[in-house]
């Protein structure tokens, strides 16, 4: 359990380290010591956190206020329901049950749900919903392997531009809901949309496919 959080975290330039790394430094080992398959393994089956402040800054990179910035990140009302049943990279087992939260750029996240597995070098989502106050992302099927760079996507996304201008401010000049029906796989550097079906309020209807041999 987990109340009235505050985290700070930062870096004074992307390539620099974290503001906490003297801890880091402070419990590593000079020596590495072998393990085994009867090695203790942690399990966090279940995880409360509420009413909590995360924020995350670049130094040296410049803020964008009324839009979201990766290098400048303000949460309030951070609230989540977390299980991790298996930490072990080879076989993850994490839930969230429900997360939400509110961003100083105006973002506001009403709650996301998530199942996270990995076997092996496969890692995969069996459950994503993002819910925004208007937007809605569901990932059906969500799938990478580290060994050979193989990725699925597979879902459905209902966007209000509004929302999602605060990724990109061009998007304010669209007023109708976007629904997207999409799924994109490959093998990195290759990308293959499958399937988009795309349509723009009762303006426009998309349907296609495409490739990119190497990004």
């Known amino acids: 359990e987990l109340n009235g959080a505050y985290v700070n975290v930062s870096q004074k330039t992307p390539d620099d380290p974290f503001n906490f790394q003297f801890l880091i430094d402070a419990f590593a080992s000079d020596t590495t010591e072998e393990t085994s398959s009867s090695s203790m393994k ?13 924020h995350y800054n670049v130094l040296s990179e410049p803020e964008t206020p009324g839009l979201f910035n990766p290098y400048h990140i303000s949460v309030s009302n951070f609230t989540s ?31 996301i749900e998530a199942v996270f597995r990995s076997k092996d070098t496969k890692f995969w989502s069996e459950k994503l919903k993002i ?12 799938e990478y392997n580290l060994l050979n760079s193989r990725f699925l996507l ?7 531009p509004s929302e999602m201008a605060l990724f990109m401010a061009e ?31 009762d303006k426009m209807a998309l349907d296609g496919s495409a490739y990119i041999d190497d990004y």
């Open 154 to 160: 597979k879902g459905n996304f209902l966007l209000v």
């Open 171 to 201: 998007l304010n000049q669209l007023n109708d809901t976007i629904k997207a029906q999409t799924r994109i796989s490959g093998k990195l550097p290759a990308i293959y949309l499958d399937t988009l079906l795309l349509t723009y309020g």
């Open 81 to 111: 329901h977390l299980k991790l049943p298996s930490l072990d990279v080879a076989d993850l087992q994490a839930e969230i049950l429900s997360l939400s939260l509110q961003e100083n750029s105006g973002l506001s996240v009403k709650n």
């Open 131 to 142: 819910e925004l106050p208007y937007s809605e992302l569901q990932a059906d099927s969500l």
């Open 42 to 54: 942690i399990a966090i089956n279940d995880i409360n956190i509420t009413d909590s402040r995360i």
